[in-house]
């Protein structure tokens, strides 16, 4: 079953992991549930459990505290998890362990693998991603968030935007501008910004669907240490692009916003009495058919993160629209007090008001990790090997190209 000579993992390692894993699980779920807790702290308990049960930091290097195993173990071990109804909350947890931590564990000096990998792992710190800014998403390279150095620090002030989660954080990745007199992909860093400080602020953005589960962050002359890079000062649009990459593959795997279950629409079509409609049964059978291709492309080594993010994004749409034909009405009406009370991102128990939110959440998945447009130029560009786009700003210094005011 090995891959190449570093990769020696064999049947019976495999076999003794997934009943490492099934135990643990298996020894959680019998434990009392903790509804009285929030969602964030269900996951907290559940993170600090995996973490001090050996299962938290599976490809983790030793020296940081991790188990230094291959990727096979991973996907072992997601796949025991996938499905469970335990009491872990869903997460919540996602940005940090599935985006943030790699990253530093990946880039990040020494000092800050120490500071940051075990508290992220176990759930003891939040972590949120700021990337966009109001002038630049896709084009995120343009950002204009400046971090100056002052003394031992570096002193940040813009503003970003779309910031899942910070309202829990405890730090934020931050992508800044440190040299305005290169080209905007070369005056990038990435920062550690400590979160809980007198220069962020915070502001909720609220969605169509009735929840608020991103925000604006203004930072005005807040404060970061002046170690806290990650790689070294003007590398950040190269980490930029590895946590981005961490990012859509976890976005393919399962991470993060779930399109609404086929089971659930299949049921869904039995109890409105259409399980027999051929073109409903049409539609079902597709979405089943998609949702074991991802499975398959998963288990693909070296497959390109933007494939399996633009499967998953489009599946969820399909699997939206489905929902909207078979709920109607309910699929676009629904109680606004309910709303608000749906877990931000998941598609909970099927009344009326979680298939609209279950609706109007999947356009957020064709967004969140960069859009469906922007990962069909990465795979046309890095992939098929296509001309770049055209851009009028490649090789100017920053500061002289045209802005916005
Ligand atoms: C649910 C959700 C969660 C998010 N969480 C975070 C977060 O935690 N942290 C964070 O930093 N950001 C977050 N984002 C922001 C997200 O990364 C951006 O929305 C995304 O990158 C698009 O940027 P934009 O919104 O500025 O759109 P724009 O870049 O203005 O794009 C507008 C439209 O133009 C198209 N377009 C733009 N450029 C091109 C091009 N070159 N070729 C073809 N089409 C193009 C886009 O595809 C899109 O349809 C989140 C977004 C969503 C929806």
């Given at each position: 079953?090995?891959?190449?000579?570093?990769?020696?993992?064999?049947?019976?390692?495999?076999?003794?992991?997934?009943?490492?894993?099934?135990?643990?699980?298996?020894?959680?779920?019998?434990?009392?549930?903790?509804?009285?807790?929030?969602?964030?702290?269900?996951?907290?308990?559940?993170?600090?459990?995996?973490?001090?049960?050996?299962?938290?930091?599976?490809?983790?290097?030793?020296?940081?505290?991790?188990?230094?195993?291959?990727?096979?173990?991973?996907?072992?071990?997601?796949?025991?998890?996938?499905?469970?109804?335990?009491?872990?909350?869903?997460?919540?947890?996602?940005?940090?362990?599935?985006?943030?931590?790699?990253?530093?564990?990946?880039?990040?000096?020494?000092?800050?693998?120490?500071?940051?990998?075990?508290?992220?792992?176990?759930?003891?710190?939040?972590?949120?991603?700021?990337?966009?800014?109001?002038?630049?998403?896709?084009?995120?390279?343009?950002?204009?968030?400046?971090a100056v150095r002052d003394g031992d620090e570096w002193v940040v002030t813009g503003q970003k935007v779309w910031t899942s989660g910070a309202e829990h954080a405890d730090f934020g990745i931050l992508l800044a501008r440190t040299d305005w007199d290169v080209p905007k992909h070369a005056g990038v860093s990435m920062?550690?910004?400590?979160?809980?400080?007198?220069?962020?602020?915070?502001?909720?953005?609220?969605?169509?669907?009735?929840?608020?589960?991103?925000?604006?962050?203004?930072?005005?002359?807040?404060?970061?240490?002046?170690?806290?890079?990650?790689?070294?000062?003007?590398?950040?649009?190269?980490?930029?692009?590895?946590?981005?990459?961490?990012?859509?593959?976890?976005?393919?795997?399962?991470?993060?916003?779930?399109?609404?279950?086929?089971?659930?629409?299949?049921?869904?079509?039995?109890?409105?009495?259409?399980?027999?409609?051929?073109?409903?049964?049409?539609?079902?059978?597709?979405?089943?058919?998609?949702?074991?291709?991802?499975?398959?492309?998963?288990?693909?080594?070296?497959?390109?993160?933007?494939?399996?993010?633009?499967?998953?994004?489009?599946?969820?749409?399909?699997?939206?629209?489905?929902?909207?034909?078979?709920?109607?009405?309910?699929?676009?009406?629904?109680?606004?007090?309910?709303?608000?009370?749906?877990?931000?991102?998941?598609?909970?128990?099927?009344?009326?008001?979680?298939?609209?939110?279950?609706?109007?959440?999947?356009?957020?998945?064709?967004?969140?990790?960069?859009?469906?447009?922007?990962?069909k130029n990465t795979l046309g560009e890095r992939v098929l090997g296509l001309p770049r786009e055209p851009a009028t700003d490649r090789g100017i210094p920053f500061s002289q190209v045209p802005k916005n005011a």
């Amino acid at each position: 079953m090995a891959d190449s000579p570093d990769d020696r993992a064999t049947d019976a390692d495999l076999a003794g992991f997934r009943a490492e894993v099934r135990a643990f699980l298996a020894g959680y779920d019998a434990q009392p549930g903790t509804p009285d807790l929030s969602r964030l702290e269900r996951s907290r308990a559940f993170l600090a459990a995996r973490y001090d049960a050996g299962l938290g930091a599976l490809d983790y290097p030793v020296t940081d505290g991790g188990r230094g195993l291959d990727r096979h173990f991973v996907d072992v071990y997601r796949m025991e998890a996938a499905g469970r109804t335990s009491d872990d909350g869903g997460s919540g947890f996602g940005i940090g362990l599935d985006m943030c931590l790699p990253t530093i564990r990946d880039h990040g000096s020494p000092d800050l693998r120490k500071r940051f990998l075990g508290p992220g792992l176990r759930g003891d710190e939040h972590w949120c991603q700021l990337y966009s800014e109001p002038g630049a998403g896709s084009d995120l390279a343009g950002l204009t968030t400046r971090a100056v150095r002052d003394g031992d620090e570096w002193v940040v002030t813009g503003q970003k935007v779309w910031t899942s989660g910070a309202e829990h954080a405890d730090f934020g990745i931050l992508l800044a501008r440190t040299d305005w007199d290169v080209p905007k992909h070369a005056g990038v860093s990435m920062l550690v910004l400590p979160m809980r400080q007198p220069g962020v602020e915070v502001r909720p953005l609220h969605q169509m669907t009735g929840t608020a589960h991103f925000n604006e962050v203004f930072m005005d002359e807040a404060r970061i240490p002046m170690d806290w890079v990650v790689g070294e000062p003007g590398d950040g649009w190269k980490m930029a692009v590895a946590l981005l990459a961490h990012e859509r593959s976890s976005i393919g795997k399962g991470g993060g916003r779930q399109p609404i279950p086929t089971d659930r629409l299949i049921d869904l079509a039995r109890s409105n009495g259409r399980s027999g409609d051929p073109v409903v049964r049409q539609d079902l059978a597709r979405l089943a058919t998609g949702t074991r291709i991802i499975e398959w492309l998963n288990l693909r080594a070296g497959i390109h993160p933007s494939i399996t993010k633009l499967w998953r994004t489009s599946q969820g749409r399909a699997a939206a629209d489905v929902a909207a034909g078979l709920a109607y009405p309910g699929g676009i009406a629904w109680d606004g007090a309910r709303m608000g009370v749906t877990e931000p991102g998941r598609f909970a128990d099927p009344d009326g008001s979680h298939w609209a939110y279950g609706i109007c959440d999947s356009r957020a998945l064709s967004l969140g990790g960069g859009t469906d447009e922007v990962q069909k130029n990465t795979l046309g560009e890095r992939v098929l090997g296509l001309p770049r786009e055209p851009a009028t700003d490649r090789g100017i210094p920053f500061s002289q190209v045209p802005k916005n005011a």
